[in-house]
């Protein structure tokens, strides 16, 4: 998707701490790792430049989005959360957290693979269960052990600052796909434009119609943002 967002933005994706080629030294700080997430954020955009950006989050990465312009809405000028993973938004709460603790034991008593597969069967439409396995994976499962362990449950369970979110709330564009109509993640987005006084705005695919519609996603992004005045600078 960059190849065609970055006809019209500058733009930069890195690897979160503890993912890929983001490798950890020494102890790490679990009890606030979404606090960390945020503070990397912070950190690199302020690296990078000394204007606010435009900061696109996906799933889990749409909690750690939310929980930047929470946290430090000097370095954000649009954020455009999709389908972000906080299940507390929902009026069924209690049931996508004992969902998501269940996944969790299960990965604990048979490993990645059959709690992978409940993952996807249960949260997602049928196209994304299927670009979801496609998607390759560290032949040591490093990623996924590292998600399972430190995030499925932290991050999907976190409490959301919607007193600081609905301070900035013009700020934000919420983002769905649309075909994950009636599933968890969309929902959340919805209940939280409810919350913040903002419509959501469906693109193509589904939770991860990014991947499987590059093009179409991007181009429906850029009219969202633009829509919204939230377009390119540049």
Request: glycine fraction near 8%; hydrophobic fraction near 40%; proline fraction near 6%.
């Amino acid at each position: 998707m960059t190849a065609y967002l970055g006809e019209h933005y500058t733009i930069v994706t890195y690897d979160r701490r503890g993912f890929s080629r983001s490798t950890l030294v020494g102890p790490q700080d679990y009890d606030h790792r979404l606090e960390t997430d945020a503070d990397d954020v912070r950190r690199l955009l302020q690296h990078l430049s000394d204007e606010p950006a435009i900061v696109f989050g996906s799933s889990a990465g749409g909690v750690v989005a939310l929980e930047v312009l929470a946290r430090h809405p000097c370095v954000v000028r649009t954020l455009a959360p999709f389908e972000p993973a906080a299940m507390k938004q929902l009026p069924d709460r209690e049931k996508w957290v004992d969902f998501v603790f269940a996944l969790y034991d299960l990965y604990r008593r048979a490993g990645i693979a059959p709690a992978l597969e409940k993952f996807r069967t249960h949260l997602f439409v049928e196209s994304d269960r299927q670009v979801m396995a496609r998607a390759p994976e560290p032949t040591n499962g490093a990623n996924a052990t590292y998600w399972f362990e430190h995030e499925l449950r932290q991050y999907s369970t976190a409490d959301l600052d919607l007193d600081a979110l609905t301070a900035h709330a013009d700020w934000i564009v919420p983002v769905v796909g649309r075909e994950s109509r009636g599933y968890p993640t969309y929902r959340v987005n919805v209940e939280l434009g409810k919350k913040l006084g903002r419509d959501v705005i469906e693109l193509p695919g589904g939770h991860v119609g990014y991947v499987a519609q590059p093009a179409e996603f991007a181009r429906e992004l850029m009219q969202a943002l633009a829509g919204t005045a939230h377009g390119p600078t540049r």
